[in-house]
């Protein structure tokens, strides 16, 4: 009897808390990265459950396991595990992740600026890193190829009526809801309740009403919203909430109808809208797009280049922003822990 297993960990936050697991996990099969997710998915989902459920975890946190690139460009390659599924890509989750290898040194750091390229889900992902006295101020990546799927939707949501929204992929499949279509409603943290409430219905209705599927990822779907409204800021164009839902959303149940607000600045997200709005010839290639999370966060979008994606026009956006560590950490599993696969209780899940 004794520890089972443990796992190193570093802290890290853009508003919203992101883990980088750095130790713990045996040899995955698979020549990339995405064919290592699958194999982790269905053969070791424990450690996502470990790392995410109570009372190692809490709704809004995301975590990344940290695996040999198997793309001989890449320095690292990185699993992403959220509360409910393992996504492709995901901004924020990339800046921590480079954040993470850089300040630590299992990349070495160059002032002021280093370069290199990490291995996702999804594929290679270029980072260039403003460093200074240690400390990487400054991280952008240029994304997967982003698209829109739907433009100007209606779909009937039940206890909402018609809602217009907008589909596209940035690394995810997002729902993108004007949130100025809701009388009364603003993106502010005091609105969280609300939000959590509009984007689960949203989502779930979309999930059930428009079909979406990636060309190179068969089963990827829609699975996470993000709402906007204008900035009211000058020097920010939108605001965004980002929900990670916690579960299967029962239209007739409203305690189902839950899930977390990213704290941060999504930059999947980011990259989905400016997708639209490239569509929407709102922007251009060479335009930037500046997002505002509900702390104030902000990510820079830019249109790098337009391109074809198996017969959808989509564009190429880099995203950049700042992430801090708040700590090291190293959790275990008690051999006689009643809770193997950590726990949710009804109050927050």
């Not at 428009?210 to 190179?216: A, C, N, Q, T």
């Not at 941060?264 to 505002?292: F, H, P, Q």
């Not at 801090?324 to 950590?342: A, N």
Request: glycine letters at 10%; hydrophobic letters at 40%.
């Amino acid at each position: 009897m004794g520890i089972k297993r443990t796992f190193d960990a570093v802290e890290v936050h853009e508003g919203a808390p992101l883990r980088v697991i750095t130790s713990g996990v045996p040899t995955i099969p698979g020549n990339s990265v995405y064919e290592m997710t699958r194999w982790l998915e269905e053969n070791d989902d424990q450690l996502r459950k470990l790392m995410l459920r109570e009372p190692r975890g809490v709704p809004a946190l995301c975590a990344n396991l940290i695996v040999p690139a198997k793309d001989p460009r890449a320095k690292a390659g990185f699993i992403i595990m959220e509360q409910t599924e393992y996504p492709m890509m995901s901004g924020g989750n990339v800046l921590a992740v480079a954040t993470a290898l850089l300040e630590t040194g299992m990349i070495e750091m160059h002032e002021p600026v280093t370069e290199f390229n990490l291995e996702a889900p999804a594929g290679l992902i270029p980072i260039s890193a403003e460093c200074k006295d240690g400390k990487a101020t400054q991280v952008t990546f240029t994304n997967v190829p982003s698209f829109p799927v739907y433009i100007n939707q209606e779909i009937n949501v039940p206890h909402l009526g018609q809602v217009r929204v907008d589909v596209a992929w940035g690394g995810m499949f997002y729902v993108i809801i004007d949130a100025t279509q809701f009388d009364g409603l603003k993106l502010i943290p005091e609105s969280g309740k609300e939000i959590i409430k509009i984007s689960a219905l949203v989502t779930t209705a979309a999930q059930e009403q428009l079909s979406v599927e990636h060309p190179d990822f068969p089963g990827v779907g829609i699975t996470v919203s993000i709402m906007h409204e204008p900035s009211p800021n000058p020097d920010r164009d939108i605001r965004t909430s980002n929900v990670m839902l916690s579960g299967e959303v029962d239209f007739n149940r409203p305690e189902t109808w839950t899930g977390a607000l990213d704290r941060g600045c999504c930059g999947t997200g980011t990259s989905a809208i400016m997708a639209v709005e490239y569509a929407k010839g709102r922007l251009a290639v060479g335009d930037t797009l500046m997002n505002e999370g509900l702390l104030g966060i902000t990510f820079t979008g830019t249109v790098i280049e337009e391109v074809g994606l198996h017969g959808y026009k989509a564009i190429v956006p880099s995203v950049g922003g700042q992430c801090w560590i708040s700590g090291y950490s190293k959790y275990v599993l008690d051999s006689t822990d009643p809770f193997p696969e950590g726990y949710t209780i009804g109050d927050i899940w």
